[in-house]
């Protein structure tokens, strides 16, 4: 079954640059439903990746931990935002501080950031560059989309981000956390979308908006 | 193993039964039982872990001292307030997820995460039930539904899930140092074989730095440490009274619980002066802060809220100086901390219900309004500001002399600097509450016996352990300091 062990190499090669042109998109883009789908296929390729490196390097725990991403981070959680901006019907736009061009710079400048950040660990860990990298990048571009979106949704979009990069980090070094722990922080997140989504609702009731930049009222 | 699952078990089990109980009433009564249980689980569990020093059930469930000493003071905190919720909760309308039904199974379920984080043996479970308290609480936090607790419910889920996955972080770059060190790979999160095995991780001194570090930041958030509080005042002060007192009294010392572990493990590795100068740092910048922002409160429950910033400091201080003695202080203060500010903030909800809110600038005539309610705050308020003979004046004393004893002079000056500003902050802003005439109330309201004798309880016991440590009491706090300090 040599082939197949070649795809599994060539995908893991090709993974980094699949995740930083996917989270180069979701700067740049407006609209919520695109980013959803945007963080979907980004989920995706991290679960390939776990697949291919259960192939790789013979371990069984991935093929379950490569199981529960699909079912909660392709399927579950995209399914529910959806869900959520289809039942707000509010404008599609995700605005945003910065306009798509200044995004996607600034994100430009926090990719080249990540590959400088992670080089003195590089060679201490002996991993890939380039996926150490790609995993920083990625929590990096979770972080500027909390920041600049204005949005409830996006804003939890961008942490679910973040934690896929943290996530990415902790396959790239240690082939991830043991079993029990993986299921755990996916039952934490789904329950975690959940309520945010019980809340994007309230404030839209008690507010009649989901700017979250509008909620000013509890200070100092 | 049916002993530390019985404490986790009881309080699933009574969150689905009071969410069956549908008539009025019902839930109310199902609760009060399910706590007496519980309470009893806890006692055997803690009483079991005395005998044993550490007790092990399955590979991922243990408790020690340490452990056995949190799960008192939440067991008790809980149960503080549980009695006052009864009362508390008669002029809940019934809503969607805001019945009086929710409100106990949300609570019970807050309790089973906080006993989880306890009893946790491994770092990943660990944080994952950290992260779940968050969960179990936001909406006890947005309980009333208005426009201030659909914020500051919205504030906390986002800001904690931040401030934690930090938190992850940290615990992923641990398990890596472990890992690159030897430590066998399943048991690499299990923090009694990272504590064993601390002088292992020597090599990877620059990850296990980079781990504290993250985890200091994570779990700090949830303390509430300074400058990432911004979530505390606004979930303290927007949640119904008996959940503040738990975020207060139980949640925060839930996530120091977090942070003291890791600690030990990486006391154990660098020695102690990397971590304790962090969360010396933490902890005077919290103290500070919070000092000058009481000054400038104008909401009792956020004043409430931003002493607990500084109290958590305070304990932070304690643990950074890292000394027996210290860390004896630091354990006690947290534990003083818990009934004196259940006690005030039973106080604070009193006023709320009679007042219509805990506005400083509103509520006026206390003293002839709610006369036990206002005992209760001067005596609570006295305890907090440190003055003898409540608990904390003693914890606190024990403090600042180790802070002498170690040297650390510029610290001691800025806490006692900051205990005076604290006090005649909390002297201006108390004060004025007491006296003069009181407005006619809303709605009828009469205060209910059993959370005035729940608010006399904890006053007792703050009184008690200012004058005398019981000797139960001392062995407790001793057997949690040698986990600290082997």
């Given at each position: 079954m040599g082939w197949i062990d070649a795809v599994a190499a060539n995908l893991l090669a090709s993974s980094a640059g699949l995740l930083l042109i996917l989270a180069l998109l979701m700067a740049a883009t407006t609209r919520a439903r695109t980013c959803i789908l945007l963080f979907g296929l980004q989920s995706a390729v991290i679960a390939a990746q776990i697949a291919a490196l259960a192939r790789l390097h013979h371990f069984a725990e991935g093929w379950a931990v490569a199981a529960l991403v699909v079912v909660v981070k392709v399927v579950a959680i995209p399914w529910v935002l959806l869900r959520i901006t289809t039942a707000l019907q509010t404008t599609p736009i995700a605005a945003a501080a910065i306009g798509p061009t200044a995004s996607v710079f600034v994100g430009s400048g926090l990719i080249l950031l990540s590959f400088a950040v992670v080089r003195p660990y590089v060679a201490e860990l002996g991993v890939d560059p380039a996926r150490l990298a790609a995993a920083v990048a990625v929590v990096l571009i979770g972080g500027l989309l909390m920041v600049t979106r204005r949005k409830a949704l996006m804003q939890v979009l961008g942490l679910l981000v973040l934690e896929n990069g943290i996530f990415l980090a902790a396959l790239t070094t240690t082939l991830g956390m043991p079993l029990v722990v993986e299921i755990g922080i996916s039952f934490d997140l789904l329950m975690w979308v959940f309520l945010m989504g019980l809340f994007v609702f309230r404030i839209r009731d008690t507010f009649d908006h989901v700017d979250v930049s509008r909620l000013r009222r509890l200070r100092g | 193993m049916l002993t530390l699952l019985l404490p986790l078990l009881v309080p699933l089990l009574a969150a689905v039964a009071v969410l069956a109980a549908r008539r009025p009433g019902a839930a109310a009564r199902v609760a009060g039982t399910a706590g007496v249980l519980e309470l009893a689980a806890i006692a055997h569990a803690v009483i079991r872990i005395h005998l044993a020093g550490v007790l092990q059930a399955g590979p991922y469930l243990r408790a020690d001292g340490l452990s056995a000493f949190f799960l008192v003071s939440i067991g008790l905190v809980f149960a503080f307030a549980l009695a006052y919720s009864i009362g508390y909760l008669r002029h809940i309308p019934a809503g969607r997820f805001s019945s009086p039904r929710w409100f106990y199974a949300l609570a019970f379920l807050f309790l089973f995460t906080m006993l989880a984080v306890y009893l946790s043996a491994n770092l990943g479970l660990l944080w994952i039930f950290m992260e779940a308290t968050t969960l179990a609480s936001a909406l006890l936090v947005g309980f009333y539904n208005t426009e201030g607790a659909v914020e500051a419910g919205w504030k906390y889920l986002m800001v904690c899930t931040v401030g934690i996955a930090f938190a992850l972080f940290g615990t992923i770059v641990l398990y890596l140092a472990a890992v690159r060190s030897g430590v066998a790979g399943p048991q690499a999160l299990d923090w009694a074989v990272l504590q064993a095995a601390a002088v292992r991780l020597r090599p990877a001194a620059d990850l296990v730095k980079l781990a504290f570090v993250f985890a200091a930041v994570g779990y700090g958030t949830k303390v509430g440490f300074a400058p990432m509080h911004h979530w505390l005042p606004d979930a303290h002060a927007e949640a119904p009274s008996p959940i503040s007192a738990l975020l207060s009294a139980g949640l925060l010392n839930c996530a120091?619980?977090?942070?003291?572990?890791?600690?030990?493990?990486?006391?154990?590795?660098?020695?102690?002066?990397?971590?304790?100068?962090?969360?010396?740092?933490?902890?005077?910048?919290?103290?500070?802060?919070?000092?000058?922002?009481?000054?400038?409160?104008?909401?009792?429950?956020?004043?409430?809220?931003?002493?607990?910033?500084?109290?958590?400091?305070?304990?932070?201080?304690?643990?950074?100086?890292?000394?027996?003695?210290?860390?004896?202080?630091?354990?006690?203060?947290?534990?003083?901390?818990?009934?004196?500010?259940?006690?005030?903030?039973?106080?604070?909800?009193?006023?709320?219900?009679?007042?219509?809110?805990?506005?400083?600038?509103?509520?006026?005539?206390?003293?002839?309004?709610?006369?036990?309610?206002?005992?209760?705050?001067?005596?609570?308020?006295?305890?907090?500001?440190?003055?003898?003979?409540?608990?904390?004046?003693?914890?606190?004393?024990?403090?600042?002399?180790?802070?002498?004893?170690?040297?650390?002079?510029?610290?001691?000056?800025?806490?006692?600097?900051?205990?005076?500003?604290?006090?005649?902050?909390?002297?201006?802003?108390?004060?004025?509450?007491?006296?003069?005439?009181?407005?006619?109330?809303?709605?009828?309201?009469?205060?209910?016996?059993?959370?005035?004798?729940?608010?006399?309880?904890?006053?007792?016991?703050?009184?008690?352990?200012g004058v005398h440590l019981p000797a139960a009491f001392s062995r407790l706090l001793n057997a949690a300091v040698a986990v600290l300090r082997p």
């Open positions: - | 120091l619980y977090a942070l003291l572990r890791f600690n030990a493990i990486v006391g154990g590795a660098l020695g102690p002066d990397f971590s304790h100068r962090i969360l010396l740092g933490f902890g005077v910048l919290s103290l500070l802060l919070a000092a000058l922002l009481i000054v400038v409160q104008r909401d009792l429950k956020r004043l409430l809220a931003y002493s607990s910033i500084e109290h958590m400091g305070v304990a932070a201080i304690g643990v950074g100086v890292g000394t027996p003695l210290a860390l004896f202080g630091a354990l006690l203060h947290l534990f003083n901390h818990s009934l004196a500010k259940s006690l005030l903030f039973f106080a604070a909800g009193n006023i709320r219900e009679r007042y219509g809110n805990a506005s400083l600038d509103e509520v006026r005539g206390l003293a002839q309004a709610l006369p036990g309610t206002s005992v209760g705050l001067v005596a609570g308020g006295l305890a907090i500001a440190g003055l003898p003979p409540f608990g904390l004046f003693l914890s606190e004393f024990i403090i600042l002399s180790a802070l002498f004893a170690t040297g650390h002079y510029v610290v001691a000056v800025v806490v006692l600097a900051s205990f005076s500003v604290v006090f005649a902050a909390l002297l201006h802003h108390v004060q004025p509450l007491l006296a003069g005439v009181a407005p006619a109330p809303e709605r009828s309201f009469r205060t209910w016996w059993p959370g005035l004798a729940v608010m006399g309880v904890c006053g007792l016991c703050l009184l008690v352990l």
